[in-house]
């Protein structure tokens, strides 16, 4: 991930803080809680689901996942 992906990543969790009138440390708690939880379900439709994200380290970081899912998204 480049600089500029890693800025907007910060940025949505900041965005997602501020709307839910919490800490940017909350919000990724709670995203790498459900990295967790995906990495360690054992049904491999999730398991290949989660695979599919771009990620430095053996888990994805919370603005890896916003940043893959936000390129999915936006097409």
Do not use: C
């Not at 600089?3 to 790498?32: C, D, G, P, S, Y």
């Not at 603005?63 to 893959?68: A, L, T």
Request: overall charge positive; proline content about 7%; hydrophobic content about 40%.
């Amino acid at each position: 991930m480049d600089k500029k992906e890693l800025l907007a990543a910060q940025n949505a969790l900041e965005l997602v803080a501020k709307r839910h009138n919490t800490t940017v440390k909350m919000v990724r708690a709670h995203i790498q809680l459900g990295i967790l939880s995906g990495f360690t379900n054992p049904d491999p439709a999730i398991q290949a689901e989660w695979a599919k994200i771009p990620r430095e380290g053996e888990y994805p970081t919370p603005e890896e996942v916003v940043n893959y899912y936000a390129k999915k998204f936006r097409g």
